[in-house]
């Protein structure tokens, strides 16, 4: 497990469970692929191509706005569970990452807490996005996730990372 799982065990957040396992038996399926498209075409009153190319329109080294709502948040963390804590850890009820506040606007230009140390956003977003120089340390994700999507799990990690947001949550159970 990388830093987050020692945050996230000592804040009382993380499970052993593994990729596949979910929190609880009924919690939400990640929906990658066309079923993300299909879910944010709907969100936006679009076609699927049209939230494609909206997609496919966003700027790397900015967020796009208004993309956290509870459906997108639940997702995201869907998304975590089944993709990335198994490296990272944290596994968390992903219908509670409908609890963590939406970014203010312009919020992914600056610096934020990534595994509990300072990043700038966009080079967190490129690290998802593009991977490491080692695929065996952190794969690239551009070709299964959107670009929406990747911007939303830097949200998540920022928000996870954040001691004050984590106890809030943890307050909130």
């Known amino acids: 497990m990388k830093r987050i799982a020692p945050l996230l065990l000592a804040l009382g957040c993380a499970t052993s469970t593994g990729p596949t396992?979910?929190?609880?038996?009924?919690?939400?399926r990640p929906k990658v692929g066309a079923a993300w498209f299909k879910l944010r075409a709907e969100q936006l009153g679009v076609s699927m191509d049209a939230a494609k190319a909206r997609d496919a329109a966003f700027d790397p080294s900015n967020a796009p706005d208004d993309f956290w709502n509870p459906e997108t948040a639940i997702n995201t963390g869907a998304v975590w569970n089944a993709l990335c804590?198994?490296?990272?850890?944290?596994?968390?009820d992903p219908r509670d990452a409908a609890k963590f506040p939406a970014p203010s606007p312009g919020w992914a230009k600056g610096?934020?807490?990534?595994?509990?140390?300072p990043r700038p956003?966009?080079?967190a977003y490129a690290k998802v996005f593009d991977?490491?120089?080692d695929p065996k340390k952190m794969p690239p994700w551009k070709d299964k996730l959107a670009r929406e999507q990747i911007w939303a799990l830097v949200h998540y990690v920022n928000q996870l990372s954040n001691t004050?947001?984590?106890?809030?949550?943890l307050e909130k159970k």
Not at 85 to 92: K, P, S, W
Not at 111 to 117: D, L, N, V
Request: net charge negative; charged share 20%.
């Open 21 to 28: 396992e979910s929190i609880e038996p009924d919690a939400p």
């Open 131 to 133: 991977g490491s120089d």
């Open 164 to 169: 004050a947001t984590a106890r809030v949550y």
């Open 85 to 92: 804590a198994e490296c990272h850890g944290g596994q968390l």
């Open 121 to 123: 956003l966009p080079a």
């Open 111 to 117: 610096t934020g807490q990534m595994f509990a140390e």
